[in-house]
């Protein structure tokens, strides 16, 4: 262990240089935040993740963002065990008719203001299994939502830009037009 | 001992099989002969390896160590029952519940009849069988095997778990610290799948098959393509075969770093964790260059291999495997030299010999319980045909085994992957699929990072799916994380569940 800790000390870190938030992402919470949130969020959030349904794919990657290249701590965004600690859910699907209720008693634990972030092509939409007799479809149709992050699954890199985007807009941290990365 | 041994063999040699299914026969047998193969499968004959039904047929997979090729055996159950297997076998108990669920096809003399994946929920009874409407009742109400005692307390878990996990419920019955007994509900994660395939176009069925169990999804597009390729008469030509191979050992090097670092993880050794975070993250960032997609999603399809790959992407996937497998033997001697670590996974969540047998459990649950059997040496297919190829196998049953199994295992991939990449087959990647012009039928095994996934298929004349099967390992994995903690501390779940990392998804299709 000592040898693998002594290289730690010289290697250079493996972490990745902070991405810009996501334009339209920006746009879109933007709206859905007003500034008495911003006021109470400052520049931390605390998420629950919620797997309603999806493929495990998204969770994979939801996953990646906590580890040394993405650290997704260093921006104030952390996970929590519960939704009564938690200000934003994040949530992949489809949502199943098995999961629905679950889905909506998390809900009714997160207090208030909380935010909804639907994740994934499924979460977003209802991807592949559209028109299944077991799935209610995209997030928005049980609970609302604040924010969408689509891909199948989503990159690290693009939830990563997403959550900055919801982090700018609850402090209000403009960026200038056409830092779109 | 009432069966003579070798039963199942003298029983299906009279049988003749039907001609549209591929490359392994497909048997009709009447009602006794039925239940005999299942009484022999009790008997440790051989391996029941997926049990799915249809309107009015149910199929049963197997293997038997005697016979050349696994096979599947059909029983006519038009009149809307057919005798239950799990009734003498256990291992096929859920499978006939979800028959059931979906069907409506009764187990006859089943002894668990409650509802499996339909939890009251759906807008239909019977939704492949003779769809019904149903009220949707409130799906919580479920009828957990009562457990008595003094002293006992009940402790539920789930569907929404405090980590960023797959929805599932567990339902505990402690005294004090010690596990007396866990039983599993699962099937909040059912979409539907089988149908969703039914009737679906190839590309359709391609995409969702990809998409059963993320983490496996190169192996089940593997499998579905293998088995579209068995039933259609197609052959893959060698570099795809090759590509194949490369990306499911990708996906299994990615996976085992995962499972190794999250195990140590839940035993508070973080560091181990982060290490392994960065070598997953490499392969992946690699597997994003070389096939455009971080997990590989859609890139083995009927036919081949959706894309090729040039010279600078075999140098990027052989520099990536250069800097991991320095890395990973660095923190694998680390594990090795951490008594406080093994203190954790040493003697915790042991599976006996005896059960992994029974229910054929594959990859690291069953290789760590001495069950030597891994489907790309025993069922062999393309590329892994004539490859001298260790199997690695412990006994100990541990978590310690199934952390090991999954160590060898990287470090017998990593080997493969350097041979393939040092001299991959020239030419193309694809065959186009030709016209099906009658009814055919095909079915495959591959092996996934956490065992074998079986695809059964049945393609209508117009290329379109009539049928599709997708048996994921977990079926036969999750029972025997019921066994694995019993006696164990309830705190010890965390790493007993993530040392068999079985998949929700998968299962619950």
């Given at each position: 262990m000592r040898t693998l800790l002594l290289k730690s000390l010289f290697a250079k870190p493996v972490t990745i240089g902070a991405p810009a938030a996501d334009a339209a992402a920006l746009a879109e919470v933007g709206r859905a935040l007003d500034l008495r949130a911003r006021r109470l969020f400052g520049r931390s959030i605390t998420i629950r993740e919620v797997d309603a349904g999806s493929c495990n794919g998204c969770e994979l990657e939801i996953n990646a963002l906590s580890n040394a290249v993405y650290d997704v701590e260093r921006f104030g965004?952390?996970?929590?065990?519960?939704?009564?600690?938690?200000?934003?859910?994040?949530?992949?699907?489809?949502?199943?008719?098995?999961?629905?209720?679950?889905?909506?008693?998390?809900?009714?634990?997160?207090?208030?203001?909380?935010?909804?972030?639907?994740?994934?092509?499924?979460?977003?939409?209802?991807?592949?299994?559209?028109?299944?007799?077991?799935?209610?479809?995209?997030?928005?149709?049980?609970?609302?939502?604040?924010?969408?992050?689509?891909?199948?699954?989503?990159?690290?890199?693009?939830?990563?830009?997403?959550?900055?985007?919801l982090l700018d807009a609850a402090t209000e941290r403009k960026r200038s037009a056409g830092s779109h990365a | 001992m009432s069966?003579?041994?070798?039963?199942?063999?003298?029983?299906?040699?009279?049988?003749?099989?039907?001609?549209?299914?591929?490359?392994?026969?497909?048997?009709?047998?009447?009602?006794?002969?039925?239940?005999?193969i299942g009484k022999g499968l009790a008997e440790g004959e051989g391996d029941l390896l997926a049990m799915w039904g249809e309107p009015k047929v149910v199929h049963l997979a197997l293997r038997v160590a005697a016979l050349p090729h696994p096979c599947v055996v059909s029983l006519n159950a038009a009149g809307g029952a057919f005798p239950s297997i799990g009734a003498h076998h256990a291992p096929a108990i859920r499978l006939e519940r979800?028959?059931?669920?979906?069907?409506?096809?009764?187990?006859?003399?089943?002894?668990?009849?409650?509802?499996?994946?339909?939890?009251?929920?759906?807008?239909?009874?019977?939704?492949?069988?003779?769809?019904?409407?149903?009220?949707?009742?409130?799906?919580?109400?479920y009828a957990f095997r009562p457990v008595l005692g003094e002293g006992l307390h009940q402790i539920p878990v789930g569907p929404v778990h405090a980590g960023i996990i797959e929805p599932g419920h567990f339902r505990f019955t402690a005294n004090g610290e010690t596990v007396a007994r866990l039983e599993a509900r699962l099937g909040y994660a059912h979409k539907g799948a089988e149908g969703l395939l039914s009737g679906a176009a190839l590309d359709k069925a391609a995409r969702i098959v990809a998409r059963l169990s993320g983490d496996s999804t190169v192996a089940l597009s593997f499998a579905f393509a293998r088995a579209m390729e068995a039933a259609l008469d197609i052959q893959v030509p060698p570099r795809a075969q090759a590509l194949r191979g490369v990306m499911a050992e990708l996906e299994r090097i990615a996976n085992h770093f995962g499972d190794v670092?999250?195990?140590?993880?839940?035993?508070?050794?973080?560091?181990?964790?982060?290490?392994?975070?960065?070598?997953?993250?490499?392969?992946?960032?690699?597997?994003?260059?070389?096939?455009?997609?971080?997990?590989?999603?859609?890139?083995?399809?009927?036919?081949?291999?959706?894309?090729?790959?040039?010279?600078?992407?075999?140098?990027?996937l052989i520099t990536m495997l250069d800097e991991v497998a320095v890395g990973f033997s660095e923190v694998v001697h680390l594990y090795d030299d951490t008594p406080s670590l093994q203190d954790r996974t040493c003697g915790a969540?042991?599976?006996?010999?005896?059960?992994?047998?029974?229910?054929?459990?594959?990859?690291?649950?069953?290789?760590?319980?001495?069950?030597?059997?891994?489907?790309?040496?025993?069922?062999?297919?393309?590329?892994?045909?004539?490859?001298?190829?260790?199997?690695?196998?412990?006994?100990?049953?541990?978590?310690?085994?199934?952390?090991?199994?999954?160590?060898?295992?990287?470090?017998?991939?990593?080997?493969?992957?350097?041979?393939?990449?040092?001299?991959?087959?020239?030419?193309?990647?694809?065959?186009?699929?030709?016209?099906?012009?009658?009814?055919?039928?095909?079915?495959?095994?591959?092996?996934?990072?956490?065992?074998?996934?079986?695809?059964?298929?049945?393609?209508?004349?117009?290329?379109?799916?009539?049928?599709?099967?997708?048996?994921?390992?977990?079926?036969?994995?999750?029972?025997?994380?019921?066994?694995?903690?019993?006696?164990?501390?309830?705190?010890?779940?965390?790493?007993?569940?993530?040392?068999?990392?079985?998949?929700?998804?998968?299962?619950?299709?």
């Open positions: 965004i952390r996970f929590a065990a519960s939704p009564r600690h938690a200000d934003v859910l994040l949530v992949t699907g489809p949502v199943t008719h098995n999961m629905k209720i679950a889905l909506e008693r998390t809900y009714a634990a997160t207090p208030d203001p909380k935010w909804v972030v639907a994740v994934g092509d499924c979460g977003c939409g209802c991807g592949v299994f559209e028109g299944s007799y077991a799935v209610i479809g995209a997030v928005d149709k049980v609970i609302p939502v604040d924010l969408h992050i689509r891909g199948c699954p989503p990159r690290p890199i693009e939830l990563l830009r997403g959550l900055i985007a | 069966m003579p041994t070798g039963s199942i063999v003298a029983l299906l040699s009279k049988l003749s099989a039907h001609a549209q299914q591929k490359p392994w026969p497909r048997y009709d047998v009447d009602a006794e002969t039925w239940v005999r979800t028959i059931s669920d979906l069907y409506g096809l009764k187990p006859v003399g089943a002894h668990d009849v409650r509802p499996w994946l339909d939890h009251g929920a759906w807008d239909l009874h019977v939704p492949l069988g003779k769809r019904r409407p149903a009220d949707r009742s409130v799906p919580t109400g670092g999250a195990i140590c993880n839940d035993a508070a050794f973080a560091l181990i964790h982060a290490h392994c975070g960065i070598f997953r993250e490499k392969v992946l960032l690699a597997a994003d260059r070389v096939f455009a997609h971080r997990l590989m999603m859609d890139a083995i399809v009927p036919g081949g291999v959706a894309r090729d790959i040039g010279l600078d992407d075999t140098e990027i969540g042991v599976v006996s010999r005896e059960l992994v047998k029974q229910w054929a459990a594959g990859g690291h649950v069953g290789r760590a319980s001495g069950r030597d059997f891994d489907s790309r040496r025993d069922v062999a297919y393309a590329p892994y045909f004539g490859l001298a190829y260790d199997v690695p196998v412990f006994d100990a049953g541990d978590v310690d085994a199934r952390v090991w199994v999954r160590i060898r295992e990287v470090e017998a991939s990593i080997r493969l992957l350097r041979a393939w990449l040092a001299a991959l087959p020239q030419g193309p990647v694809l065959v186009a699929v030709p016209a099906a012009r009658e009814i055919r039928e095909g079915i495959a095994i591959t092996e996934a990072f956490r065992g074998d996934v079986l695809v059964w298929v049945r393609v209508k004349a117009d290329g379109t799916i009539a049928r599709c099967h997708v048996r994921d390992p977990s079926w036969f994995q999750w029972p025997l994380l019921e066994a694995a903690i019993a006696n164990n501390i309830v705190a010890d779940f965390p790493l007993c569940n993530k040392s068999f990392n079985c998949s929700y998804a998968g299962h619950d299709l």
